[in-house]
């Protein structure tokens, strides 16, 4: 059988998105720079989705493919719900 999915927590989310989020992505989720997406307001599901796809390799951005493969399933959830 499969594990359940690991619950999201928003709270830790935000401390994540703090620590690795906002240099590019700003605090609130508003870009800090052209040509990087705005993320606040985002569907969880294409977040979550996003963040998989970069995991495994079928998105391509240097930095975002280090982040998302030290990333927890925790923490994909956590800041997602974020």
Known sequence: TAAAPVAADAKAGKVFAEAEC???????????????????AQDERYLLAALKAYKEGKRTHAALKVMAAR???ADVRNVSAY
């Open 22 to 40: 906002k240099a590019c992505h700003g605090l609130d989720g508003g870009s800090v720079a052209p040509g990087v997406p705005h993320l606040a």
């Open 71 to 73: 990333m927890s399933e």
